[in-house]
């Protein structure tokens, strides 16, 4: 199991991460940011919003990971 995170402060909303893996990731147009799906708010280690999954398939974290390498401000982390 890994725990796939996302810091909404630094997202800049590109839609990369949707683009890629969109599964679990989609674009909230009205704030101009990504949004993890069924991500759960979690207390971040350095302020701001932060919200995580728990993901266990194979498949489905090689897809969380593809969204974390496209992420051009890195604020999606995949955590094993």
């Given at each position: 199991m890994v725990k796939v995170t996302h810091s909404l402060d630094n997202c800049?909303?590109?839609g990369s991460c949707a683009?890629?893996?969109p599964k679990f990731w989609?674009?909230?147009y009205?704030?101009?940011k990504a949004v993890l799906k069924d991500g759960k708010k979690s207390?971040?280690?350095g302020g701001g919003e932060e919200?995580?999954?728990e993901v266990t398939n194979e498949e489905d974290i090689k897809?969380?990971?593809e969204a974390a390498d496209v992420?051009?401000?890195q604020v999606i982390k995949v955590i094993k």
């Open positions: 800049i909303g590109c683009a890629v893996c989609d674009m909230d009205e704030k101009g207390p971040p280690a919200f995580e999954l897809c969380n990971q992420c051009p401000t």
